[in-house]
């Protein structure tokens, strides 16, 4: 059964950084494209970064470009999202996904 578990969310004030982690476990790793999506209430579910299996190709969203970055560790099964400079429009639910799983996701609160 694959498990897909994040971690690293919490309270930021706007200018700040975090790093969230997804560990994947009862799954291959290394032959993914991994992503991390976001869900801010009331909105869709946003495609925020995605890594290719050759672990240089990426893609970030218009919003987080320049400001977030996407890595994979194959050894480890894990994939980041490095937050810099986050605001107060990045609050969401950050949620980590290979195909059709997902994780259960991880809080950003960005606020003063």
């Known amino acids: 059964q694959v498990q897909l578990v994040e971690s690293g969310g919490g309270l930021v004030q706007p200018g700040g950084s975090l790093r969230l982690s997804c560990v994947a476990s009862?799954?291959?790793?290394?032959?993914?494209?991994w992503s991390w999506y976001r869900q801010a209430p009331g909105k869709q579910r946003e495609l925020v970064a995605r890594i290719w299996n050759d672990e240089t190709t990426t893609y970030y969203s218009d919003s987080v470009k320049g400001r977030f970055a996407i890595s994979r560790d194959n050894a480890k099964k894990t994939v980041y999202l490095q937050m810099n400079n986050l605001q107060t429009e990045d609050t969401a639910v950050y949620l980590c996904n290979r195909g059709t799983d997902w994780g259960q996701g991880t809080l950003v609160t960005v606020s003063s």
């Open positions: 009862g799954t291959s790793f290394n032959v993914y494209n």
